[in-house]
């Protein structure tokens, strides 16, 4: 297994992993090895998404900008 700590800013997005929701930020997320989907969401923010490639026993760290929703 591996960890990934997550965390946005603002606080507080919602963390999606290959479609599925597992929790907001900050938060430490143990993911099987391999490349994942990661969405962060946060209402009045535009999502952020990314593709991450981790390797068996790896650590990371991920922190995402939001960007507001411009009107």
């Known amino acids: ?29 143990k993911m099987k090895p391999g490349t994942h989907s990661i969405k962060m969401t946060r209402t009045g923010f535009q999502p952020w ?12 760290t991920i922190a995402a900008e939001l960007d507001p929703v411009k009107p």
């Open 1 to 29: 297994m591996s960890s990934v700590q997550f965390s946005s800013t603002p606080d507080g997005a919602e963390i999606s992993i290959d479609a599925n929701y597992v929790g907001n930020a900050p938060s430490l997320i």
């Open 49 to 60: 998404v990314r593709s991450i490639e981790i390797g068996a026993g790896e650590l990371r």
